[in-house]
């Protein structure tokens, strides 16, 4: 697709595409797409146009509609085009400054409630922050199969602190697999910080995919359900649920209960942000089409950071909808919210 986003009428088909289904949540017709770029091309033009879009994998149709929406990939490119250090209207940061100006004099729980719910009202969507614990270093970890499905995960750090938790498996594992994946996971990550070890593991697994053996599926169940996730408690603000009902994407009301209450799971958010962030002090992060349950999240986009937090913790900020979002208004909001915690509270 380089070649042909070096020729201008695709690029901006593409881009006035991408902003209208953005505004409307409906398909975009060709005849729609011409009015809103330059003079000279036709509708039946641009209609060449958007079906090359659409056999490059940019644009789909849904149902039989006449009109065509961006796919994940194209907003993946839509982002790349976003300077996220420009700074947001001067609406937005008169809102984010009412909200976060002089922070630094504030308890920390006031401040992080305040981020998720400034977070929630520039972006339309759910405001997340999370304040959890740094990582903890692996000196040992072992798999005790309880009853069917249910493991404990005994993880011993140094100084030996012991963590235990117990999750339940999609897939039942014998005692044997679980001895298997603790070998594994002693031999080649002891000394590692947990963060770490995820990252590593989950990169290992990606490649791999194809050679799933017993092993590699073992691991793959136990770390998809959190078996190297910190066992303290994690602190979590959620605003703006509310913001979902009535998305066109969220019409069936079975499915948008089914998701929120997932999402005001505390161990599904930490998960979730901790697979979409990698590290502790990532810069801005833009992830379209998340992993994990419910199905619904795949077509989700999350944009957040992570960063350290006083008094050894961590700190994960996210803005979570679908991914008709728009992403130039709420890119340049976070990155200023980001800027001002930086600056007046570590």
């Known amino acids: 697709m ?8 695709s690029r901006g088909t593409l881009l006035a595409v ?11 017709a060709s005849r729609t797409v011409s009015r ?6 036709s509708p039946a033009s641009i209609r060449n146009i958007m079906m090359e879009l659409e056999e490059e994998g940019y644009l789909e149709q849904p149902h039989t509609s006449a009109g065509r929406v961006p796919t994940g990939k194209a907003y993946r490119y839509y982002v790349s085009q976003i300077d996220a250090g420009e700074p947001p209207s001067r609406s937005d940061e008169q809102l984010i400054l009412s909200h976060l100006g002089g922070a630094e004099q504030l308890p920390p729980e006031e401040v992080l409630g305040r981020t998720s719910r400034v977070l929630s009202l520039v972006s339309g969507n759910l405001g997340v922050v999370v304040r959890l614990p740094l990582s903890v270093v692996l000196e040992h970890i072992h798999f005790v199969h309880v009853s069917e499905r249910r493991i404990l995960v005994v993880l011993v750090s140094p100084g030996s602190q012991v963590h235990k938790r117990l999750i339940r498996v999609e897939f039942d594992l014998s005692q044997p697999e679980l001895e298997a994946a603790s070998n594994y996971l002693n031999r080649h990550y002891h000394g590692w910080e947990l963060s770490q070890i995820r990252e590593d593991l989950e990169a290992r697994l990606a490649e791999e995919r194809s050679t799933y053996d017993g092993l590699l599926n073992a691991l793959k169940q136990l ?8 066992s303290s408690p994690a602190e979590i ?20 209960r089914k998701l929120i209450r997932a999402l005001e799971e505390k161990e599904t958010l930490v998960r979730l942000l901790t697979q979409c962030m990698s590290g502790s002090n990532a810069s801005l992060q833009v992830v379209i089409g998340l992993p994990g349950s419910p199905p619904l999240l795949k077509d989700f986009a999350l944009i957040g950071s992570a960063m350290g937090w006083p008094e050894g913790l961590c700190l994960r900020m996210a803005i979570l909808g679908p991914a008709r979002m728009h992403y130039d208004r709420v890119i340049r909001a976070f990155g200023y919210i980001e800027k001002l915690l930086h600056e007046n509270v570590n």
């Open 2 to 9: 380089r070649r042909r986003f070096s020729q201008d009428r």
């Open 18 to 28: 991408i902003r209208e289904h953005i505004q409307t949540g409906e398909p975009v």
């Open 36 to 41: 809103h770029t330059r003079p000279g091309l």
């Open 223 to 230: 770390n998809d359900l959190g078996m190297l996730e910190e």
């Open 237 to 256: 603000f959620l605003e703006g649920a509310s913001n979902l009902i009535g998305r066109p994407e969220l019409a069936d009301p079975a499915k948008l």
